[in-house]
């Protein structure tokens, strides 16, 4: 029996002294009471700090395992948070679309309603601008008979004063003693005594014009006299330029023409031409009523209105010329007149 002890005890020693050098691998083994008193002291303590390793490895995967669990438990808070926050999103997206859905629905109708109101805006302006095409074109068709009607009335006033002569320079208050009459008479016996003694030279009327005396007015008022014959005008107005110097008691005047306002303001804008005419030998003229006459070139050439001289001025470069810078200042006054119009 000893020797099977002895036997059973070496077989143990050699089971332990089997056991890896390596405390850390060392599997976990059960062990029980009975071979724990056989063991030695040496395996005793081998075992106690595989225990007190292996004791240690299970804290420390404990510890990792409970760090683990934490962490994924904070993830898992995180998460959780995340899919409130975004389902709170969603749920603001959704809330959001709607309103841009809601928005762009009243921009579309909005846009709609203001298309409509364009479409009926661009209605009414194009009747009005129709209207004001019609309005501008009865203007233009009313200013031409306008201006056609102060043409035959300047024909009418110009046909009407047609046997009339005008005198300037008449003193005011001369007439008493023989009336504006027994002045022209003065008036030709004075300058033309051929003319005086023609009994077919008879005065029809006579006055002072404008009828209002102004004091403050420094120059004289005209005198209109009115002939029975136009022919009789002429000849007086004829003999008067072959005199040049007219005199009523050694006093100078001047016997003209009696126009229209409108014939004596065209008259007077030829003035300026004539007078650049006359100095380079163009023998000029203003006729009845109120054209401009001259020679160019050996031929008589008549303008009724500036615009037909200007185009034929156009032509002449020599004349041109000679009329540039009369004519350009003609132009700036109607443009300037045209500007205060």
């Given at each position: 029996?000893?020797?099977n002890?002895?036997?059973?005890?070496?077989?143990?020693?050699?089971?332990?002294?089997?056991?890896?050098?390596?405390?850390?691998?060392?599997?976990?083994?059960?062990?029980?009471?009975?071979?724990?008193?056989?063991?030695?002291e040496?395996?005793?303590?081998?075992?106690?700090?595989?225990?007190?390793?292996?004791?240690?490895?299970?804290?420390?995967?404990?510890?990792?395992?409970?760090?683990?669990?934490e962490?994924?438990?904070?993830?898992?808070?995180?998460?959780?948070?995340?899919?409130?926050?975004?389902?709170?999103?969603?749920?603001?997206?959704?809330?959001?679309?709607?309103?841009?859905?809601?928005?762009?629905?009243?921009?579309?109708?909005?846009?709609?309603?203001?298309?409509?109101?364009?479409?009926?805006?661009?209605?009414r302006?194009?009747?009005?601008?129709?209207?004001?095409?019609?309005?501008?074109?009865?203007?233009?068709?009313?200013?031409?008979?306008?201006?056609?009607?102060?043409?035959?009335?300047?024909?009418?006033?110009?046909?009407?004063?047609?046997?009339?002569?005008?005198?300037?320079?008449?003193?005011?208050?001369?007439?008493?003693?023989?009336?504006?009459?027994?002045?022209?008479?003065?008036?030709?016996?004075?300058?033309?005594?051929?003319?005086?003694?023609?009994?077919?030279?008879?005065?029809?009327?006579?006055?002072?014009?404008?009828?209002?005396?102004?004091?403050?007015?420094?120059?004289?008022?005209?005198?209109?006299?009115?002939?029975?014959?136009?022919?009789?005008?002429?000849?007086?107005?004829?003999?008067?330029?072959?005199?040049r110097?007219?005199?009523?008691?050694?006093?100078?005047?001047?016997?003209?023409?009696?126009?229209?306002?409108?014939?004596?303001?065209?008259?007077?804008?030829?003035?300026?031409?004539?007078?650049?005419?006359?100095?380079?030998?163009?023998?000029?003229?203003?006729?009845?009523?109120?054209?401009?006459?001259f020679?160019?070139?050996?031929?008589?050439?008549?303008?009724?209105?500036?615009?037909?001289?200007?185009?034929?001025?156009?032509?002449?470069?020599?004349?041109?010329?000679?009329?540039?810078?009369?004519?350009?200042?003609?132009?700036?006054k109607?443009?300037?007149?045209?500007?205060?119009?």
């Open positions: 029996m000893p020797n002890k002895r036997k059973n005890q070496g077989n143990k020693n050699k089971e332990v002294t089997m056991t890896p050098s390596n405390e850390k691998d060392t599997p976990i083994q059960d062990y029980e009471d009975d071979d724990i008193e056989e063991m030695q040496a395996d005793l303590k081998r075992l106690i700090r595989t225990l007190r390793s292996s004791q240690k490895q299970i804290l420390e995967l404990h510890k990792a395992l409970m760090d683990k669990i962490n994924l438990s904070r993830e898992n808070e995180i998460l959780r948070r995340n899919q409130n926050e975004t389902k709170q999103l969603v749920q603001q997206e959704t809330v959001i679309v709607t309103e841009v859905k809601n928005s762009i629905d009243q921009m579309k109708n909005t846009i709609e309603s203001l298309t409509n109101r364009m479409g009926e805006a661009e209605e302006i194009s009747d009005l601008e129709d209207r004001e095409q019609e309005r501008i074109q009865s203007d233009q068709r009313k200013e031409e008979e306008i201006r056609n009607l102060k043409h035959i009335v300047t024909n009418l006033q110009d046909t009407i004063k047609k046997p009339n002569i005008r005198v300037l320079g008449v003193p005011e208050g001369m007439e008493r003693e023989k009336g504006l009459e027994g002045l022209f008479s003065e008036i030709l016996a004075e300058n033309f005594p051929g003319l005086e003694k023609d009994r077919e030279i008879l005065v029809q009327e006579a006055h002072r014009t404008p009828n209002k005396h102004d004091q403050k007015r420094s120059s004289p008022r005209h005198v209109v006299i009115k002939l029975s014959t136009v022919k009789h005008k002429e000849k007086i107005l004829k003999c008067a330029r072959e005199k110097q007219i005199t009523l008691r050694g006093s100078p005047i001047r016997l003209t023409a009696d126009f229209s306002s409108e014939t004596l303001q065209v008259r007077r804008e030829w003035r300026d031409i004539a007078q650049v005419l006359r100095e380079n030998n163009c023998q000029p003229r203003i006729l009845y009523p109120a054209k401009l006459s020679v160019n070139e050996g031929e008589i050439k008549t303008f009724h209105n500036k615009q037909k001289l200007k185009e034929f001025v156009a032509t002449r470069p020599a004349l041109q010329q000679m009329l540039k810078d009369v004519l350009h200042t003609e132009t700036q109607h443009g300037h007149q045209y500007e205060r119009r």
